[in-house]
């Protein structure tokens, strides 16, 4: 199922990551000193997609019979056999000629829009399909099986807020039980037309009904991860994985859900220490699937929250070094060497990151410590000026400014 969701990234995530390190001594009576005033991790949402969901043929089964041509209606029956032989090209064709001689014959609509959508051609199954339906309540036959298929072509082509009123439909029928791909397909409208209390509901009957379904579970950890109850999504998010090892985007949002919760449980540290461990295991899900820099940054902040600092320079410089390294990349580049203690490098990586984003606070407030502890005073005091100027209300970079001002004559 194609997917627009690339456009739409998860933002403004409320926690922001706090690393507990020790400060490297330095001569004189002062010492350098890291404020733990770090951005928040970095999600993927590229697309917040579900698991992709086979389609089955579709034929019309018994709701079709072959029918002789009149005055009024047309011979549909060579059309149908060629549908249920599965001739979809051909049947489509015959359809598509018949409907042109007999436009108000929903028959030969429904016909080519079955065809067109076993042929994987949904906007055009969709519009004959509206076109059937259309002239079937006309008359007052509705036929569940336009509705039901047309339905789908409206969540395969995205358009929800057409798809939503045929799913109530489809799933609603008394004494029947539903069909569970129009369930799923309901949960998915009903989420992406903002009714999201909806589809928690529907997502949850899905997964009732199926516990292992993947791509039911992936929308209530992300509902939930949206509504910021890490618990459930890390719960949900794990069932997902687990079902579905290829979802990147799952993938994804549990590792920065780790990471967030991880944050939030500092004051224990031995609930945050293992959020960071799981979010280290859900980035090496990830980054088995995709390997571009927001995945191999977001891989990064999780191997530093553990504490893994080596690993986490070695996962950052593959990205760093190409084209597509950003002040991000370089920023968490600079603090993996940073906690390493390896600050030449860290300096490097910092001085490249604030070339790229110049007004990013962090880069100079890292930066200035890093300088510090370097004994580079003059430059640190430079850094620490800078990242003051950009939050002039930030009283620990005023304190660093006044801290390093003497040994920087």
Same mark, same amino acid.
């Given at each position: ?78 059309? &149908? ?5 599965? $001739? ?32 994987? $051609? ?45 799913? !109530?439909? +489809? ?5 029947? !039980?539903?069909? +569970? ?15 999201? +209390?909806?589809?928690?509901?529907? &997502? ?11 791509? +039911?579970?992936? &929308?209530?950890? $992300? ?75 977001? &891989? ?7 504490? $893994? ?101």
């Amino acid at each position: 199922m194609k997917s627009k969701f690339l456009s739409c990234l998860i933002a403004a995530l409320g926690a922001l990551l706090a690393f507990a390190v020790a400060a490297n001594a330095q001569s004189g009576s002062t010492r350098p000193r890291r404020v733990n005033a770090e951005p928040a991790p970095t999600v993927i949402v590229e697309g917040a997609q579900p698991a992709r969901r086979d389609e089955r043929p579709q034929t019309i089964a018994n709701a079709n019979k072959p029918r002789a041509g009149s005055a009024d209606v047309a011979d549909t029956s060579h059309a &149908f056999s060629l549908l249920q032989a599965k $001739q979809y090209a051909a049947a489509a064709q015959e359809a598509r000629q018949l409907a042109a001689s007999y436009p108000n014959d929903s028959e030969t609509w429904k016909i080519a829009g079955f065809a067109e959508m076993n042929l994987k $051609q949904h906007e055009e199954a969709a519009s004959d399909l509206q076109r059937a339906l259309t002239l079937q309540r006309a008359a007052g036959k509705e036929d569940p099986y336009t509705v039901d298929l047309l339905a789908q072509a409206y969540v395969l082509t995205e358009k929800f807020d057409a798809a939503l009123p045929l799913l !109530k439909i +489809a799933t609603t029928r008394a004494g029947a !039980k539903p069909d +569970a791909r129009l369930v799923y397909y309901r949960g998915l409208a009903e989420y992406r037309t903002g009714q999201k +209390a909806d589809a928690e509901r529907t &997502f949850t009957a899905v997964v009732k009904d199926n516990p292992r379904d993947a791509a +039911a579970l992936f &929308f209530l950890g $992300q509902l939930a991860y949206e509504r910021n109850d890490l618990d459930a999504a890390i719960s949900a998010l794990n069932r997902a994985t687990l079902g579905d090892a290829r979802s990147a985007t799952a993938w994804a949002i549990l590792t920065t859900a780790y990471l967030r919760r991880a944050a939030a449980n500092a004051a224990t540290p031995a609930k945050s220490d293992a959020d960071y461990l799981n979010a280290v295991r859900a980035g090496e899900g990830l980054t088995r699937i995709k390997t571009d820099p927001a995945a191999m940054l977001l &891989f990064g902040q999780a191997l530093i929250g553990a504490k $893994q600092y080596a690993r986490a320079a070695t996962t950052l410089e593959r990205v760093a070094g190409g084209p597509e390294a950003n002040g991000p990349v370089l920023y968490w580049l600079g603090v993996s060497y940073s906690r390493a203690k390896n600050f030449p490098k860290a300096v490097a990586a910092l001085e490249r990151a604030a070339a790229q984003t110049p007004d990013d606070v962090n880069i100079y407030r890292e930066l200035g410590y890093a300088y510090e502890v370097s004994k580079q005073y003059a430059k640190a005091l430079g850094a620490y000026q800078k990242g003051s100027e950009l939050a002039p209300a930030d009283a620990d970079l005023q304190a660093s400014v006044e801290r390093v001002k003497p040994f920087a004559q």
